[in-house]
């Protein structure tokens, strides 16, 4: 069955500190993985998608299909990346299933 | 371009009771999607409308029920509410290779 696995509910660190959050996969085919953020009190919103390998916000995350892993990293946190982070495997036909989530706390 | 918009924002509806959700998608998208958040978990995908058919379901009972209409927006119905479906409703919206885009949710609170 294809499953989403983030092991953090909640990351602290520092601000300028580096930030890795962890997201491992289960899936029988070639998965597209996506990163969502949801800011105190906004909606649900797309931070990166694998196959764009852009860095929004600074933000960067690699695919390893070898780990099944697609973690998200940012070399120097900064206290507006506070918020719910959402590792999320896209199936065929856009259907996601997501992890539960982690809270990212950065603290000045 | 609002993007995904959803009504209404909350809800509060009794046990028994029937409720009506709806989504706007984003313009230019053609698929609406409806997922489930209970407190503290992920989005739970609930099903999925693509021209005006249901194309993909999850792990949802009969309860839940959904239509599309031809301007893509879309209505998820639930009968006969339990307490347990108490829950962030959120509709995302999407098309062939863009990414789904996340309305603001309908809070929905059964008592």
């Known amino acids: 069955a294809q499953r989403v696995t983030q092991p953090e509910k909640l990351l602290s660190v520092f601000k300028g500190a580096p930030v890795e959050l962890k997201c491992n996969y289960s899936?029988?085919?070639?998965?597209?993985l996506f990163w969502y953020v949801q800011y105190s009190r906004q909606r649900l919103q797309l931070l990166l998608r694998?196959?764009s390998r852009e860095s929004i916000k600074g933000f960067t995350a690699d695919l390893n299909k070898g780990e099944t892993s697609f973690h998200l990293k940012k070399p120097f946190a900064q206290e507006e990346d506070s918020a719910m982070y959402y590792c999320?495997?896209?199936?065929?036909?856009?259907?996601?299933?997501f992890g539960a989530g982690t809270i990212l706390r950065v603290k000045s | 371009d609002a993007g995904v918009t959803q009504s209404p924002t909350h809800l509060i509806k009794t046990r028994g009771q029937q409720v009506t959700l709806r989504c706007s998608p984003k313009?230019?998208?053609?698929?609406v999607s409806w997922y489930q958040q209970a407190l503290g978990q992920g989005p739970q995908f609930i099903f999925q409308?693509?021209?005006?058919?249901?194309?993909q379901r999850g792990n949802f009972p009969d309860r839940f029920s959904g239509h599309q209409f031809p301007n893509y927006s879309s209505e998820l119905n639930v009968n006969a509410l339990l307490l347990g479906d108490s829950a962030l409703y959120l509709c995302?919206?999407?098309?062939?290779?863009?990414?789904?885009?996340f309305g603001p949710g309908t809070r929905l609170t059964v008592t």
């Open positions: 313009s230019g998208h053609d698929t």
């Open positions: 409308y693509y021209e005006e058919e249901e194309r």
């Open positions: 694998h196959i």
């Open positions: 899936y029988s085919g070639s998965p597209e």
């Open positions: 999320a495997l896209g199936e065929y036909g856009n259907k996601l299933v």
């Open positions: 995302a919206s999407s098309s062939f290779l863009q990414a789904a885009r």
